[in-house]
T-cell receptor, first 117, second 112 residues
């Protein structure tokens, strides 16, 4: 099973709303990631969790708050977002350290398409 | 930090062979991955090179030269369904974590 699931698939929210994005994987991966992707652009890394601890925060505004309740789950809490935050939010996971023979594969979920009004 | 450069667009016909190049500048680099992304979809892993040389997976092959900070993705026997964006992505260590940085992407259009 190489599946990463994300809910919801689509989300429309106002600037005063609070919502959460959810991500789940059952591949035993110990590294999980949040990316933001605008149309026609590459994914941009937001956060990295390694062994359930936040290890990288790429200077993301505090209106985005990640949470890793356990090794299989990753949440992204959203509050007071701006219209420019509208994008595809991708969750991914990978082995950490890499699997032998040195293969380092990051598996992506289908993403949540977020629209902020 | 990392930066990866690749051509923005490539066009080829069905049955042809196409090569997408990627050059990178990065500290702590230890591997290059390639991803395919169709419009509206998520990136899908294609290949990974940690060592110099060619890795072959079916119609797709990927090459890495660490001394030249260069890699490429080779797609053979192109099919219409190969029309998509292709991203090279570099793995690097950042403190205790590893992170993947994506190039800007190459839009491949396969013509009949």
């Amino acid at each position: 099973d190489t599946e990463v699931t994300q809910t919801p698939k689509h989300l429309v929210m106002g600037m005063t709303n609070k919502k959460s994005l959810k991500c789940e994987q059952h591949m035993g991966h110990r590294a999980m990631y949040w990316y933001k992707q605008k149309a026609k652009k590459p994914p941009e890394l937001m956060f990295v969790y390694s062994y359930e601890k936040l290890s990288i925060n790429e200077s993301v505004p505090s209106r985005f708050s990640p949470e890793c309740p356990n090794s299989s789950l990753l949440n992204l809490h959203l509050h007071a977002l701006q219209p420019e935050d509208s994008a595809l939010y991708l969750c991914a996971s990978s082995q950490d350290p890499p699997e032998p023979p040195l293969v380092n594969t990051q598996y992506f979920g289908p993403g949540t398409r977020l629209t902020v009004l | 930090g990392q930066s990866l450069e690749q051509p923005s667009e490539v066009t080829a016909v069905e049955g042809a062979i196409v090569q997408i190049n990627c050059t990178y500048q990065t500290s702590g680099f230890y591997g290059l991955s390639w991803y395919q992304q169709h419009d509206g979809g998520a990136p899908t892993f294609l290949s990974y090179n940690a060592l110099d040389g060619l890795e072959e997976t079916g119609r797709f092959s990927s090459f890495l030269s660490r001394s030249d900070s260069y890699g490429y993705l080779l797609l053979q026997e192109l099919q219409m369904k190969d029309s998509a964006s292709y991203f090279c992505a570099g793995w690097a260590s950042s403190g205790s974590a590893r992170q993947l940085t994506f190039g800007s992407g190459t839009q491949l259009t396969v013509l009949p």
